[in-house]
C-alpha cells in the first residue's frame, strides 16, 4: 500500500488544519487507518484510528479537537484539526493497517502550532 498526504503547513494557536491521505495499490489489505504524530524527542504516538466499519477512536488530548473521516470508495482519510494548540505541533503521519496489524507509512508532513 503506498500512501500520500497532503495537507499539513503553520497555523496559529486556535486555528484549524485539515490533513489529506489517500491509499493506493493493495487497498483490499487494509483493515484501518490512522493518523500518527512524532516529534524528534518523542515516539510516534497514535492520534486517532478509524476502522473499515468507521469506528474510531481517539488520543485523550485530541478528543473533541480532531476528527477522523474515512472514504472507503476512494481510499482515503482525513484528520480535520480545530482549536489546535502549540503542543500538536509534530510531523503528522498518514498509516494504513493491514490485518496481521502491520502499518505502512507516509511522509509525514509538519504540522506547526504558533503560539
Known amino acids: 500500500v503506498q500512501l500520500v498526504e497532503s495537507g499539513g503547513g503553520v497555523v496559529q494557536a486556535g486555528g484549524s488544519l485539515r490533513l489529506s491521505c489517500a491509499a493506493s495499490?493493495?487497498?483490499?489489505?487494509?483493515?484501518?487507518m490512522a493518523w500518527y504524530r512524532q516529534t524528534p524527542d518523542k515516539q510516534r504516538d497514535l492520534v486517532a484510528i478509524i476502522t473499515n466499519d468507521r469506528s474510531s477512536n481517539y488520543k485523550d488530548s485530541v478528543k473533541g479537537r480532531f476528527t477522523i473521516s474515512r472514504d472507503n470508495v476512494k481510499n482515503t482519510v482525513e484528520l480535520q484539526m480545530n482549536s489546535l494548540k502549540p503542543e500538536d505541533t509534530a510531523r503528522y503521519f498518514c498509516?494504513?493497517?493491514?490485518?496481521?496489524?502491520?502499518?505502512?507509512w507516509g511522509m509525514g508532513p509538519p504540522v506547526t502550532v504558533s503560539s
Open positions: 498509516s494504513a493497517r493491514d490485518y496481521d496489524g502491520l502499518n505502512n
Open positions: 495499490g493493495s487497498t483490499s489489505d487494509i483493515s484501518a
